[in-house]
């Protein structure tokens, strides 16, 4: 496990290191489990729709228990009671995923709907409360760089857990027990929270911060809501997750289902992309606390509308997984700065609440792109006609991936420019931050990290402004 930086407080040290055990954790029951609960809900002979469904009305309906358990938070003045139940209920619900299309198979697809909502309740209900705690127990000076660590530390034990699961799927299919094999990798992923679950309870909870549900009311805090940095980034957000959300639950659907990819070529698909996340996300985090959250944003939302645009020039196995390389470089930069950026955004008190309002609209932006991108996959037709020019698709889904592309670069074009960087940062050009991320061997830079000895950089002046 990395060594940490001392903060000269024990017991802040000891927190984040079991916070970084937690993300280890966190991540088998991510690479294990979530990764394929899209291949099971094919493997049950879901419809697109259905899959789409899967992959975004969980998080909508789900979203909601963040306002619940800001709720919490403000009548119990507790946040790790409130983490705990709700990481305790997701490794309960990993039990019925498994079973209940089991038991039930005439209703296999809608039961594994519904327990995956609740199982995404639990996340959400810990949500806004593990956002706090580690919003006040991480330095601000170092949030950059120990999230960037915390999460290069899920992307690599993501991409092996991936690995393993889509190793034993891939050998359980081919002796024609692939039932049994959803059930062993769906087990590690219920284990793995349970582990988490542990070094949860290790972290220490300083008393009197609890994420709170505040609803400040009046014409200013309207009007003032209204011209908020906060505002446009969320809205930008959540339009942002809409465009992708057109294409994303759909890639499992387009590799299993029409290019027929066995279960082991789906893992490896998968996992090039997170692991080059793991092997640039240090990079992107220097990088973000130098020079600004905003500046990664633009820079890797330009290449966001691309990654769809390439899925439909070759069905080739090989192309697809450089396609994934170049999606992992991406994404592992703007999912990092845009975490950062609502912690430079929000004020501590108000967090909780802001998070709330912020992830729900993210959840609502991707139910909506899910339901679009399977409708579209049902009408678009099975040939194209242009200028008296007769195209045949492979298949209707890389319609829908044009359509997100399209909506990904209108997003980018109009609101990314609408808000500002939150603190005082150095300027860099777009070339000159893709250099930095690929310049870097980021083995070299890992290694940097597990012997401690990362520089000290100056505090940089924040301003919350909500």
């Not at 789409?52 to 009671?81: I, N």
């Not at 692991?275 to 996300?281: A, G, N, S």
């Not at 500046?295 to 899925?311: E, F, H, K, Q, Y």
């Not at 990314?416 to 250099?435: C, D, W």
């Amino acid at each position: 496990m990395p060594v940490l930086p001392s903060h000269r407080d024990p017991v802040t040290d000891h927190s984040l290191k079991h916070s970084l055990k937690d993300a280890a954790a966190y991540a088998t029951m991510m690479g294990a489990g979530e990764s394929y609960l899209s291949a099971f809900a094919i493997f049950l002979k879901a419809t697109t729709p259905q899959v789409g469904m899967l992959a975004a009305l969980p998080g909508l309906l789900a979203s909601y228990m963040q306002l619940v358990s800001a709720w919490f938070g403000k009548r119990s003045g507790k946040r790790q009671a409130i983490i705990l139940a709700g990481a305790s209920l997701q490794a309960v619900m990993w039990l019925p995923v498994a079973l209940l299309p089991l038991m039930f198979p005439q209703f296999a697809v809608p039961l594994l709907i519904v327990a995956v909502v609740v199982y995404q309740c639990g996340a959400h209900l810990a949500a806004p409360q593990w956002a706090s705690l580690m919003g006040d127990i991480v330095p601000e000076r170092r949030r950059g760089r120990f999230f960037a660590l915390r999460t290069r530390i899920v992307s690599l034990v993501t991409f092996l857990s991936l690995v393993t699961a889509g190793s034993l799927l891939h050998e359980f299919d081919v002796t024609g027990h692939t039932f049994t094999g959803f059930l062993v990798v769906f087990g590690i992923a219920a284990s793995a929270r349970w582990v988490s679950v542990y070094h949860l309870s290790k972290m220490h909870d300083p008393p009197g911060h609890a994420a709170a549900l505040e609803v400040p009311v009046g014409k200013a805090w309207l009007e003032r809501l209204r011209q908020s940095n906060f505002v446009k980034f969320s809205m930008f957000f959540a339009l942002m997750q809409l465009s992708v959300a057109i294409s994303s639950p759909y890639f499992a659907v387009y590799m299993l289902r029409d290019l027929e990819f066995s279960y082991g070529q789906f893992m490896a698909n998968s996992g090039a992309s997170v692991l080059v996340q793991f092997l640039t996300l240090s990079q992107w985090g220097r990088i973000s606390d130098i020079f600004g959250n905003r500046r990664v944003l633009s820079t890797t939302g330009v290449l966001l509308p691309l990654m769809p645009l390439l899925w439909m020039l070759s069905p080739n196995f090989w192309y697809l997984l450089l396609v994934q390389a170049l999606s992992g470089l991406s994404w592992a930069g703007f999912t990092l700065s845009a975490s950062n950026f609502l912690y430079d955004l929000i004020a501590r008190e108000k967090r909780a609440t802001y998070l709330a309002v912020h992830n729900i609209l993210a959840s609502t932006g991707i139910f909506c792109g899910a339901l679009i991108g399977g409708y579209l996959g049902l009408v678009l037709p099975a040939r194209l006609e242009v200028a008296g020019i007769s195209w045949a698709w492979l298949s209707p889904l890389l319609g829908v991936f044009a359509v997100s592309a399209i909506a990904r670069s209108i997003v980018l074009a109009v609101l990314l420019p609408k808000f500002r960087e939150a603190r005082k940062v150095r300027p860099i050009s777009f070339s000159n931050v893709i250099f930095r991320v690929t310049r870097v061997n980021a083995l070299a830079g890992l290694m940097f990290d597990i012997i401690g000895k990362q520089p000290r950089r100056p505090t940089r002046e924040q301003v919350p402004e909500d």
